[in-house]
């Protein structure tokens, strides 16, 4: 991709903000290393190993489809960054809740399903709306952990809009703790991650967190 990878920070860290860069960045994937081949071989093998028997017509093309379905999962599509001058000089909070996000726990390789609120405080540039789901898809599309994912949403856009500050909040549901282990299922796990002024001015906070909650059933719960 165009972008160099993001190092991890630790969770609500702050971080100075960088100059804008141009609007029309295009976030590529890198080029493909995926082996649809070699993935589809070790697919069989495994569950060859598991006890599986593929000798039946339901059976004999799912390494196939195991090889293709987690390519398409680790894959998010490339999208043009749009942003647009701030001409109103609009400096309310923007947000965009319960984008769908569909990742896979690298742990267990099993999915973690749920939704993102990510909001920001706009600085001389506006994102285009529908920006803020592709950059949830840029992160969750990868072998993953909950926490990882929320800082790295939260840092890009510290890094791509300059804005004053930035509040993002995943909740999700990991298959892993669901179908397996405690099977606590129905149970989610809520992470955050704050920038700038949300993390630092206690009223944009509460008002970030009291407008995610709007509407939902109970609060959300500043991890
Ligand atoms: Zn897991």
Redesign the pocket.
């Known amino acids: 991709m165009t972008t160099a990878p993001l190092p991890v920070h630790r969770l609500n860290s702050d971080r100075p903000a960088q100059a804008v860069r141009p609007p029309a960045l295009r976030v590529v994937n890198p080029p493909s290393e995926v082996d649809l081949i070699a993935a589809e071989q070790a697919a069989a093998a495994f569950l060859v190993a598991l006890g599986v028997d593929l000798n039946s017509e339901s059976l004999a093309a799912t390494p196939a489809r195991m090889a293709r379905a987690y390519a398409e999962m680790f894959t998010p599509r490339s999208f043009d960054v749009t942003t647009f001058g701030n001409d109103a000089a609009y400096d309310e909070l923007i947000i965009a809740r319960s984008i769908p996000v569909q990742s896979v ?1 690298e ?2 390789l ?1 999915p973690f399903l749920g939704v993102a609120h990510v909001g920001y405080l706009p600085g001389e540039r506006i994102l285009g709306l529908s920006k803020l789901a592709r950059v949830v898809e840029l992160f969750a599309r990868r072998p993953q952990v909950q926490e990882r994912l929320t800082q790295q949403v939260a840092d890009w856009l510290q890094d791509h809009v300059a804005p004053g500050g930035v509040g993002v909040v995943v909740e999700a549901e ?1 298959l ?1 703790m669901t179908m397996r282990g405690v099977g606590a299922s129905g149970a989610t796990t809520v992470t955050s991650a704050l920038h700038g002024q949300l993390r630092n001015d206690a009223a944009s906070r509460a008002e970030f967190f009291a407008l995610i909650s709007a509407n939902q059933q109970g609060a959300v719960h500043h991890a």
Do not use: G, Q, V, W
Request: charged share 0%; proline share 0%.
């Open positions: 726990c742990h267990h099993l990991h892993c």
